[in-house]
């Protein structure tokens, strides 16, 4: 089981709970929020160098291609709990399965979708309803884009599996190489510095492909070079070849966490379009707001995904007496961190909110009642998370699925609905926070009386397997269940 290759190299099974799941999860946090920021400064250049209809274009464009990282984010994830479950078991050689059939498999599909997504660019675009005025700069955008899928997705793919492994400081170090080489050489290539050749609104997509070719060549040079534990040698090349037990178990694991992630935008995209019938400077407001909201969020999820991959290795060891506190120490650190957040937000809303839309903006005192009212909702949100996170650890993924559904749609517009004709607008701010009390009070119960302990995440053999399997002659070790 090459117990030395673990020796101090990513156990999150071992230590005092609170202090290792604090280390493991800030460079999580701190990855999240170097994506966000790269993401305000790519706008930032489009916007400056190429105006409004060019910004939005890219936004046209990035609708697409968060829906496909929603889907990668949900086979990322199986992949993470997956290998995190096989880690604590001291299992390296399986982990190392999981890994190469999750890089093989996924290099050959994000491959695939450059090539078809070059091709359909047009026809997406056409069913976005683009404006015509933005299509052609859209087209533009996207398909160089789409070139960019296979190392964007990849490289997603192999930071989060690192991270099963209980290490997240290698996937920190180099998504900081990643936004530098994205943000630093957009305006080269928008403009045609030096020697480049001026690429307009292509040169903002063509930096994120240069970017996340040379970031994914760098990590793969990385993981060889120190000898990471993941890393495939001789025979274990032959690991990238999918295996089909392993890849369904991705699949059907991977399938309802991505499908959250579309609930949760199709749920802010609907709400959009109500908002957009207060008037300009209400949509103004809320866009204000949503930019804020994307970092307030963040210290959950990151959390979440570190309890997430702490829970599967903790699972995996057999340590279930270890899993209840860890879930406690996430959501405490989730209730300190946005809390604090929020405090310091709403301590400084005016001066904050005023960055994006200026001090006499007739749209600031909205945004600002907006703030106050719905963005403690996060709270509640990050206690949803760090309980989805340790639930999803054992392979319990569609209640959490079921439950985000039930308060993102029919709580939250079902409340919209009975409230708009006395509330008002307000219905619209205060159904974050029923929303995330209706999905935090249904995670809570499903968590101490649901039956997600029962739930296996572990690779289901093939028939052919079972029967060698019962044919063999096993060590008394084989026959351990590594979901607990």
Known sequence: MADAALRGRGDLTQGSIGPTLLKFAIPT?????????????????????????????????????????????GFGMASTILIGQYWGRKDVDEARKIFGTAAGAFGIITILIAIAGWFLSPAILH?????????????????VIFLAMPALLLL??????????????????????????DSGLNPVFILGLGPIPRMGIAGSAMSTLVGNYLALIGLLIYMYAQDLPLRLRGRELCYLWPNFAILRTIVTKGLPMGIQMVVISMSALALVSLVNREGVDTTAAFGVA??????????????????????????G?????RVNAITRSGVIYTLLITGALIVLLTLADRTVLALFMGSDSPALPIARHIHMLATWNFLLFGVTMVLFGTVRANGAVWAPLIILAVGLVAVRFGWILAT????????????FPVAS???????????????????????????????????????????????G
Request: hydrophobic share 55%; with cysteine.
């Open 156 to 181: 997603t793919l192999l930071m989060m599996a690192l991270r099963g492994a209980g290490d997240s400081l290698t996937p920190l170090w180099f998504m900081i190489v990643a936004v530098v080489l």
């Open 290 to 315: 949503m930019q804020l909201w994307t970092y307030v969020q963040m210290p959950a999820m990151a959390l979440g995904a570190a309890v997430s991959a702490m829970t599967a290795q903790n699972i």
């Open 127 to 143: 069913a976005l309803g683009t404006p015509g005025d933005a299509e052609q700069l859209a087209l533009e955008y996207l398909r």
């Open 317 to 321: 060891a057999g340590r279930w007496d």
């Open 29 to 73: 946090l701190a990855s999240s929020i170097l994506q966000s920021l790269n993401g305000t400064i790519n706008a930032i250049w489009v916007g400056r160098f190429l105006g409004e209809h060019a910004l939005a274009a890219t936004s046209n464009a990035n609708m697409v291609m968060f829906l496909l990282t929603a889907f990668v984010f």
């Open 420 to 431: 708009y004709e006395w509330l008002g607008a307000d219905a619209l701010w205060s159904s």
């Open 437 to 483: 009390a209706a999905n935090m009070l249904l995670a809570v119960a499903y968590y101490f009386k649901g039956g997600w302990r029962k739930a296996r995440m572990a690779v289901q053999p093939s028939v052919d397997e079972c029967i060698e399997e019962a044919e063999a002659t096993r060590e008394p070790g084989g026959a351990l269940n590594p979901a």
